[in-house]
């Protein structure tokens, strides 16, 4: 039935809006924001609902990636994606798991809003030149140029996901063994000498670092130093995090953060540590994500 198209589509709305904001928040600011537009439309004129709600969901995404990337220019120390629980189900679409991946979307953080939007909806949703064009203001001929320099962009930063999901699932295993017993040569064994640790605690949490660690050693010592100094049991339980194995870090019992890896040759190349407490609502309660 027509009057149920946003709801069919909408987990396609919501992966649409977070992959271009990185946030569910904001995702979800946009979805309702899409809906109202939505309700007030005449449906009679329309011929794809699909697309006009995809076009709907870009254009208030756009403003809010215009407006909040501005906010995030005084934001405390490294900023990161906001974390989402998935399903392990997520990771058979391969394609999908990269697209939303803390790794990928760090790297989509790099890209002005118009180009991100444009390498979101061209390489992830396979929208058509001329459909993007339309949802983003642009000539066609102008977004495959937009479309081009985003893709070499991304292509020269995107991170390199070579571990299959068996050895993700091997190697975080490693990790939360090592964390959990205080295994430091476990720790320095599954962590590649020039791993790089990114911890956003957005200044609201105690002992998180506001600038990248890297090496093996450095990290090792500030992860087992920091939980040595908090004083409360810690315990690292693994999970699936935008697609990927993960870890769930919790402080005597209580949600303290999430913890994504980039892993390469059986060895965690970067480490992202997402410590901001309003950043993990969404740990919960497994997010539908859909293409």
Known sequence: MTDD???THRNLLFTVAYEMLGSAADAEDVLQEAWLRWDAVDRAEIRDERAYLVRIVTRQALNQLRAISRRRESYVGEWLPEPLLTSPDVADDMALAESVSIAMLTVLETLGPTERAVFVLREVFDVSYDEIADAVGKTPAAVRQIAHRAKEHVAARRPRMTADRAEQEAVVARFVAAVNSGDLQGL???LAPDVVSVADGGGFVRGAAR??????????????GGLAKLGLPFEARPTWVNGHPAIRGEVDGALAGAISFEIEGGQITRIFSIANPYKLGRLDE???LAR
Not at 211 to 224: E, F, M, N, S, W
Request: proline share 4%.
């Open 211 to 224: 600038h990248p660690i890297v090496g093996a050693d450095k990290i090792t010592r500030y992860l087992i």
């Open 286 to 288: 497994e997010a539908q």
């Open 188 to 190: 320095m064994d599954v």
């Open 5 to 7: 198209a946003f709801v």
